[in-house]
């Protein structure tokens, strides 16, 4: 949450900045603010809205060095004067993203010092005890001391007017990267803010510090030792975060999953079989030794590990069970040393995900896996296996191809596994590999019907409450319809396996309640269709989304979207599409903003 962007170059880093903050605004959008350094003095510009409301107020702004944020409120409500960059005495200007623990009695022992607060965030004080530390100038000292008095989580920026070439920026608990351009540097929290001006990134690690300056830069681990951190060269290329010929960043990204899920599934694919080795070396020894599979994710990405824990029991026969990583890592739980803990996320800096992680390592789980989409993220980096979905850059709040890409990875956990297990014979892997091949073309088929989904949506458009229906593996795919239906529409949206329809929501259908209804031709089919009769027989009116094969018709009050034929296990990929596009056109329909939907971040680096 929150994205921070700082520069110091040869020239106005003004439109560096607020290009740096568009970028990163799927990180929070309550407020944004910049400060540059200019003719000894510090001169910001705040705006209580979205970065675009920054860029017209900073348009006549010049400065060579300076430091920009973009908000997601955690204390303090979003305005102006609690828009980042904080400023102690026109002096000492910070950016931070993350959360100050004891900022309440550094705010008391500051206050006493005679410092003034004009802001109820935590932040604030952070600025004021680097003021308090700044001596002859040395901004770096002074930060590396104020960082010390911090706890918490934090990424931050500082300046100071009288130094006008040179900026500190640190991390413990936030991501932060640092980007090397010639005679000119940056930092910023993702990568997406830097493609504009350089490739070469270095990935700071826990605890570093460092100074940013002109020519040059050195860095400074937790014990303050200078150390040397690799330049790694990018492979993301500006256009993938640019819109290009689509409306929101969501629809881009729902259509971008057939060559997201092309490239993760590459290396597999053009092979001639499954090995433990497109999880790291150490999968050879591990995997052998596990006993069960504990999944911890939150949100979509929780979804996708649901999903994976029926493959996993049915095709791999090992046991598994998925936990919300928030609940996980404050609940006391029996470790198995030979349980193999994975971690899904989109971002691999999802603070619960991460904690729950760490917690679990704490209790003796030393076999972890890490599915993420983000190299180098703090989840890959504290996770001894791991599998990198190959997305790209997700945008959108809602995650679209990252929930894609985090089920096509985990099939592949479930074919390494039951492979390893004996519960795979090479004809079974050869059709497999097959259908996992032929998974992109599915993919794209699905998304030909984009026109009747949106079509379907208009109904919505007026509705405030809306049910999800799925069986087996499909109940997990209905729950994501939901979410992304609540997170962009704002209509509440319940997911219930359909049985469970009968004890309780049941009550709540009528004519106002459309109920929406996953319907694959598997072995459910025939249970679920009395399900469906169920909600008929109520006057519900039905939304079904149903393979081809199902053979379902259309009927008073029950509109049928049909999709290809069944995809066997690979089933729930396909029929998550839809949901995503309706989710997206009702969206439309109502005129919410698509891709920052109130309330929400991408990257919830906070508890
Ligand atoms: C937020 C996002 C969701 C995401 C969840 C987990 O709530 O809005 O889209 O699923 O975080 O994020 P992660 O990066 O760990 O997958």
């Not at 204390?75 to 100050?100: D, F, K, Q, W, Y």
């Not at 209509?491 to 009968?502: C, D, N, Q, R, S």
Request: proline fraction near 4%; aromatic fraction near 6%; charge should be negative.
């Amino acid at each position: 949450m929150c994205g921070i962007v700082g520069a110091v170059a040869k020239r106005n880093i003004v439109p560096i900045l607020v290009n740096g903050l568009l970028r990163l605004e799927y990180r929070g959008y309550d407020s944004a603010g910049l400060v540059v350094v200019h003719d000894g003095k510090l001169d910001r510009v705040r705006s209580a809205g979205r970065v675009a409301e920054l860029k017209d107020k900073s348009a006549h702004t010049y400065g060579e060095l300076g430091i920009a944020h973009t908000r997601w409120a955690t204390h303090g409500v979003p305005s102006e004067r609690n828009a980042h960059p904080h400023m102690s005495r026109n002096l000492i200007a910070v950016v931070h993203n993350g959360i100050i623990e004891n900022y309440e009695e550094l705010r008391t022992e500051l206050t006493a010092q005679g410092y003034e607060f004009t802001s109820d965030t935590d932040t604030e004080v952070i600025a004021h005890l680097v003021h308090s530390h700044y001596k002859q100038g040395n901004l770096l000292l002074a930060t590396q001391t104020a960082l010390k008095e911090l706890v918490g989580a934090y990424a931050i920026g500082v300046v100071a007017a009288d130094n006008p070439h040179q900026l500190i920026a640190a991390r413990k608990g936030s991501p932060l990267l640092l980007g090397v351009g010639k005679g000119e540097h940056f930092v910023a929290s993702d990568m997406s803010a830097l493609l504009q001006v350089t490739k070469n990134v270095v990935y700071l690690e826990e605890g570093d510090v460092v100074e940013v300056n002109l020519a040059d830069y050195r860095i400074f681990d937790q014990q303050g030792n200078a150390v040397q951190r690799p330049v790694h060269v990018s492979e993301l290329d500006n256009d993938s975060v640019e819109l290009g010929e689509y409306q929101h960043y969501m629809q881009k990204e729902i259509h971008e999953q057939p060559q997201a899920l092309a490239n993760t599934l590459e290396s597999v694919c053009n092979s001639q079989s499954l090995v433990p080795g497109i999880f790291g070396a150490d999968a050879n020894t591990i995997f052998p030794q596990i006993e069960n599979i504990l999944i911890l994710a939150c949100g979509t990405s929780n979804h996708s590990g649901q999903v994976a824990r029926y493959w996993l029991e049915e095709i791999a026969g090992i046991p598994c069970s998925v936990e919300i990583a928030s609940e996980y890592r404050y609940r006391v739980s029996v470790p198995n040393p030979k349980t193999l803990v994975v971690t899904i996320s989109q971002s691999g800096e999802t603070a619960d995900t991460l904690a729950a992680l760490i917690h679990a390592k704490a209790t003796g789980h030393n076999f972890t896996l890490g599915i993420c989409n983000v190299p180098e993220s703090a989840i890959i980096r504290q996770s001894k296996l791991r599998l990198l979905t190959r997305a790209g850059p997700e945008i959108g709040v809602a995650s679209t191809k990252a929930f894609t890409t985090q089920l096509a990875a985990l099939f592949l956990l479930t074919l390494v596994l039951a492979k390893l297990r004996g519960r795979l014979d090479a004809a079974q892997e050869q059709q497999f590999l097959h259908e996992l091949r032929h998974l992109p073309t599915a993919v794209q088929k699905v998304l030909a019907l984009e026109p009747k989904i949106a079509a379907m949506a208009k109904y919505f458009a007026n509705k405030h409450h809306a049910l999800f229906l799925g069986r087996g593996m499909h109940f997990p795919i209905a729950a994501e319809g939901a979410l992304k239906l609540k997170e962009i529409s704002y209509i509440h949206a319940e997911a219930y396996p359909a049985g469970e329809l009968k004890h309780g929501p049941l009550a709540l259908v009528d004519a106002d309640m459309p109920v929406v209804s996953v319907a694959p031709n598997d072995t459910l089919l025939e249970k679920l269709k009395s399900n469906l009769q169920e909600v008929k027989a109520r006057g519900g009116e039905l939304f079904v989304f149903a393979d081809a094969d199902t053979h379902m018709k259309e009927s008073d009050g029950v509109h049928i979207l049909q999709m290809p034929e069944h995809a066997g296990f690979l089933s729930p990929i396909l029929h998550t599409i839809p949901l995503q596009l309706l989710a997206y056109y009702v969206a439309l329909e109502k005129g919410t903003d698509v891709d920052k939907p109130r309330n929400l971040a991408k990257s919830v680096t906070v508890e």
